[in-house]
Each structure stands twice: as C-alpha cells, then as structure tokens.
C-alpha cells in the first residue's frame, strides 16, 4: 500500500464531488464524514464488479489512515453494519439481480481479503462469506456461469485463508461442488469445466500444476 498508489484506485467513475470525498477519506479520514464514505463505497460495489474487486483496499487504507489519526475505528464500524445489512438481504438481491448479488459476494470476500486484525482476517466475516459461496454452490445457482464464476473466482483469492480458519466448512462446500459437478446434468460446458478446475485447484493444496493452468486456461480463452 505505497503512497504513490493511492491515487490509483477505481474511483473515476464516481462524479467529482464524490472522487474528492473518497481521496480525501483516504488521506484525512477525521476530516469526512465516514458514514457516508462507507455507503458510497458499497453503494458502488453492488453496481460494478470491477470495483467490488478493488473496494477492499480502498476500505483498507481508510481503516489505516483512521487508525494512525485517531486511533479510531468509525469506518470500519460504518463499513460493517452496512455489509450486515446487505447481507441479511442477499436473498431478495439475489431474486432482483444476479449481477448485483455477484457484485455483493465480491465485496464482501474482498472486505474478508483485505481487512486485518492483528494480521488475521476478521472471524466476524467468516460465517458470511460462507454462507455466500454454500449460496453459489446449490444447484440452482451452478447452473448460471456467472455464479460459477463468482464462486471459483472467489476461492481462488480466498479458500486457503477460509480452509485454515475452518476446514470443515470448508469440506462441506467442496462436497457440493463435487456433487455438482458428478451428478447434476444441467450445467454448462464452461460451468463444467471451472468446477473441475477448483476441485483441482484445492486437491492441489490452493495451486494447480504449470500443465493443469495451460489446459485449463487455453480451454477458457478458445
């Protein structure tokens, strides 16, 4: 998190007054109104999947910045009563829109990502993301390669922390797509295939061969 890459976050698509609102939050957090900063990150995070994958350390530098300024934590306070909500309403959000539901599951495993205490990742978020990807793994939501791909996007960035913090969930979620994958009939070529690649990714402990890459790789890009 160098200084010079501050400035690099994905915030050109946000109006002027917005943009200069976050880079201030960045730099000065005590200075902004840090609720409002917390509901316009998330606001945008539900509405651009590139950004739901960025947020994650844009909320890190502001929980620093407050930390080393105040010693405070109003931000992080904001940023997670928020994402609770959002989560208690995956459901409905998940019937309105697939791509906004896709974009909260980003978040929220971004937010898990990024977010430290003392180095480790926050337990409070633990349940959550689980929840999120046992959503991702039922049947009815393997059949859409969004989904699929939200999912084993997901466990590529963050399965070995999710598996050392409980490899029993852990277990039971790969059981699923091992399930899906063997015997659901109604998937997708390509949801097919990224199954078979994240039950090799973990077999692989968390890495796939230089051989499995290329031939799952070149297969994505034909």
């Known amino acids: 998190m160098e200084n010079s890459s501050k400035e690099d976050y994905k915030i050109q698509s946000f109006d002027l007054e917005t943009q200069k609102l976050l ?3 960045l730099k000065d957090p005590g200075s902004v109104d840090l609720e409002k900063v917390s509901n316009v990150i998330v606001d945008q995070s539900l509405k651009d999947q590139v950004f739901s994958r960025e947020a994650g350390r844009i909320c890190y530098t502001i929980v620093q910045a407050e930390v080393k300024q105040t010693n405070g934590s109003v931000f992080r306070r904001n940023l997670l009563n928020r994402l609770q909500q959002e989560f208690k309403a995956r459901e409905e959000t998940r019937k309105r829109s697939t791509e906004e539901w896709v974009c909260l599951v980003c978040f929220i495993c971004n937010i898990f990502d990024y977010l430290k205490v003392n180095n ?3 337990m409070a978020l633990l349940h959550p993301v689980y929840d999120c990807l046992f959503r991702l793994a039922q049947s009815d939501a393997l059949k859409n390669e969004e989904e ?6 997901q466990l590529h960035r963050i399965g070995d922390q999710l598996e050392k913090m409980n490899m029993q969930l852990m277990d039971e979620l790969f059981n699923l797509l091992r ?10 070529s390509m949801g097919r295939l990224l199954l078979l690649e994240i039950l ?4 692989g402990g968390w890495t796939l ?9 070149s297969e994505v890009t034909d």
């Open 23 to 25: 880079k201030t939050a």
């Open 120 to 122: 480790m990742p926050m």
């Open 148 to 153: 699929v791909d939200c999912l084993v996007l």
């Open 179 to 188: 399930d899906g994958f063997l015997l659901q009939e109604d998937l997708s």
């Open 200 to 203: 090799e990714f973990r077999a």
């Open 209 to 217: 061969s230089d051989t499995a890459q290329k031939y799952y790789y």
